[in-house]
């Protein structure tokens, strides 16, 4: 028992993060042998990812979709209805991304989890959506009739869906709520630091560069505003300075799936392999797109890993063009394991690919 309670300990204390009212005139704290964690089940590793990122020590997490396989269309295993019926919190989209997680929720018959429930969170709310389409409309096979659904491809909108995650995880565990929030607060700052680097955060707040990237404004305040004669425009680090190389460049991207980044990141997707999302590409459709590289000088192609990589390299060699294969999703590549290494990985093999073209 005693050694039990010190592991414990051990395990919980770097992520409590006490304050040192415990000095050492005092007697030690008793080890806290607290509620067991909660069960999360994610739809995506990415939502799993950003769980533990928030629920620490709190939580034991496991995602559904392997990262390395099309969210669109995953056939969940038997034993998923099995997580799913003891799970506290479940996360999940909440658009068309999931189509398989209804009859799933069915299966599993966990009246806490369902949509509506205090455990249900959906990532989508408060974040403000693109690819909207005038009439939702399935019939010509299209899988994104509420707007896009691919929200973690922009690290403020990862932030948001950090929101909703601990707005869920705070419901299923009031008395958590306090480590939730420390935590929340503690990856808002880090993911501000890594996308506009330290100095500019120092300088400016994280939220008020967050309300600038928001509105789109960033670029134009930081280009017009100085700090000690010097333009704050130079001050930026992180994420948005390694994405220099691309910034304002055109691109084809295999699948709809990178609008949020082209928002944050000011890069543009000029042509789609894929003619709809979720519709296989058409020899007719390739040579348009193509056609659209080599008048325009696109040249680079972006693509999920789960993609048939020798069409994705044949699109890219026909076109003049290079092939950028990323994973979507953490622990879809070696050395990719978090949210914060997975930003890393797209910006640094983008930035690799247009360094390479322009040299
Ligand atoms: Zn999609």
Same mark, same amino acid.
């Given at each position: 028992m005693i050694s039990y309670a010190l592991v414990l300990l051990t395990a919980v204390a770097p992520v409590l993060a006490r304050p040192a009212v415990h000095s050492s005139d005092g007697p030690e704290p008793p080890a806290r042998v607290g509620p067991a964690p909660l069960r999360v089940v994610t739809t995506l590793s990415v939502y799993a990812s950003i769980a533990r990122e928030i629920g620490g020590n709190e939580v034991e997490v496991m995602s559904i979709a392997s990262p390395v396989e099309d969210a669109h269309f995953v056939r969940p295993k038997p034993?998923?209805?099995?997580?799913?019926? /003891?799970?506290?919190?479940?996360?999940? @989209?909440?658009?068309?991304?999931?189509? !398989?997680v209804p009859p799933l929720l069915d299966k599993a018959g966990n009246a806490r989890v369902i949509e509506g429930a205090t455990g249900y969170v959906a990532t989508y709310p408060g974040i403000q959506l693109l690819d909207i389409p005038a009439v939702a409309n399935r019939s010509q096979g299209d899988i994104?009739?509420?707007?896009?659904?691919?929200?973690?491809?922009?690290?403020?909108?990862?932030? #948001?869906?950090?929101?909703?995650?601990?707005?869920?995880?705070?419901?299923?565990?009031?008395d958590r709520a306090p @480590?939730?929030?420390q935590r929340l607060a503690s990856f808002t700052d880090r993911i501000y630091r890594r996308l506009f680097g330290d100095e500019l955060v120092d300088a400016l707040g994280g939220e008020t560069l967050e309300k600038l990237a928001r509105s789109g404004n960033l670029f134009a305040f930081l280009d017009s505003h100085a700090l000690d004669g010097e333009p704050l425009v130079h001050r930026l680090g992180g994420w948005l300075a390694a994405a220099a190389p691309f910034r304002g460049k055109e691109i084809v991207c295999y699948h709809k799936d990178w609008a949020y980044f082209e928002d944050r990141f000011q890069i543009h997707c000029a042509e789609f392999v894929e003619p709809k999302p979720g519709i296989p590409p058409t020899p007719g459709h390739v040579a348009r797109v193509? #056609? @659209?590289? #080599?008048?325009?000088?696109? /040249?680079?192609?972006?693509?999920?890993?789960?993609?048939?990589?020798?069409?994705?390299?044949?699109?890219?060699? /026909?076109?003049?063009?290079?092939?950028?294969?990323?994973?979507?999703?953490?622990?879809?590549? @070696?050395?990719?394991?978090?949210?914060?290494?997975?930003?890393?990985? !797209?910006?640094?093999?983008?930035?690799?690919?247009?360094?390479?073209? %322009? %040299?």
């Open positions: 034993s998923f209805a099995l997580e799913l019926r /003891r799970a506290d919190l479940f996360v999940s @989209t909440g658009l068309d991304l999931e189509l !398989w994104h009739i509420f707007g896009n659904p691919h929200l973690h491809t922009d690290p403020l909108r990862a932030v #948001q869906i950090a929101r909703n995650i601990t707005t869920g995880l705070k419901k299923v565990a009031p @480590t939730f929030d193509i #056609q @659209t590289m #080599q008048q325009r000088g696109v /040249r680079v192609v972006l693509a999920a890993n789960y993609y048939d990589r020798n069409k994705v390299e044949a699109v890219a060699r /026909r076109g003049n063009g290079v092939p950028v294969i990323v994973t979507l999703y953490p622990g879809g590549m @070696t050395g990719v394991n978090d949210y914060f290494a997975l930003v890393d990985h !797209w910006v640094a093999a983008l930035a690799d690919a247009f360094r390479k073209l %322009s %040299s």
